[in-house]
T-cell receptor, first 112, second 112 residues
Framework: KAGVTQTPRYLIKTRGQQVTLSCSPISGHRSVSWYQQTPGQGLQFLFEYFSETQRNKGNFPGRFSGRQFSNSRSEMNVSTLELGDSALYLC???????????FGDGTRLSIL | QQQVKQSPQSLIVQKGGISIINCAYENTAFDYFPWYQQFPGKGPALLIAIRPDVSEKKEGRFTISFNKSAKQFSLHIMDSQPGDSATYFCAASWATGNQFYFGTGTSLTVIP
């Protein structure tokens, strides 16, 4: 069974640009969560989608948004990029709430 | 507010020794406590998880001890091996949500 797939693996952007990251969950998983990982703040929850609906949202500005498609694939968008947005963005999928989350290997976003 | 506090930040253990990582949580509504292992360049991988209805869970060399009254749980790695050298994260969530709160991570080094 294929794991969680995130694309692209690496991205370099400049301040003010926007970026879209993609996540394909494990087949059959309907819940997709996004996390930001930085050395200073650790793993921080961004948002969770289930059946195309955002169910939970972390404490991030509105520049961070996401969506989920009918096939459970999810995208995350960050607009007006700032230097502080440089991080590893991780996607995790699970069957449903309260079930084990399985992570992809992330997208490393660097802002110049 | 840090919902899950993890210690130590780093740990060095001799091969064959026992590695112990501790976590404490605030929210008594949490009812799912997983541990993740992360290698450089990879996403976190689920190692072992426990729910509060049991005080201990063992899988191979990995054991979680759970103390509900103290709101603490710990990971024990028996017969530690150099291949166990990685960063370990504890986490907590509740059954009705899929928002995981992570500890700040412990960098484990097992010396041959």
């Amino acid at each position: 069974k294929a794991g969680v797939t995130q694309t692209p693996r690496y991205l370099i952007k400049t301040r003010g640009q926007q970026v879209t990251l993609s996540c394909s969950p494990i087949s059959g998983h309907r819940s997709v969560s996004w996390y930001q990982q930085t050395p200073g703040q650790g793993l921080q929850f961004l948002f969770e989608y289930f059946s195309e609906t955002q169910r939970n949202k972390g404490n991030f500005p509105g520049r961070f948004s996401g969506r989920q498609f009918s096939n459970s694939r999810s995208e995350m968008n960050v607009s007006t990029l700032e230097l502080g947005d440089s991080a590893l963005y991780l996607c995790a999928s699970s069957l449903m709430a309260g079930q084990p989350q399985h992570f992809g290997d992330g997208t490393r976003l660097s802002i110049l | 507010q840090q919902q899950v506090k993890q210690s130590p930040q780093s740990l060095i253990v001799q091969k064959g020794g026992i590695s112990i990582i501790n976590c404490a949580y605030e929210n008594t509504a949490f009812d799912y406590f997983p541990w993740y292992q992360q290698f450089p360049g990879k996403g976190p991988a689920l190692l072992i998880a426990i729910r509060p209805d049991v005080s201990e869970k063992k899988e191979g060399r990995f054991t979680i001890s759970f103390n509900k009254s103290a709101k603490q749980f710990s990971l024990h790695i028996m017969d530690s091996q150099p291949g166990d050298s990685a960063t370990y994260f504890c986490a907590a969530s509740w059954a009705t949500g899929n928002q995981f709160y992570f500890g700040t991570g412990t960098s484990l080094t097992v010396i041959p």
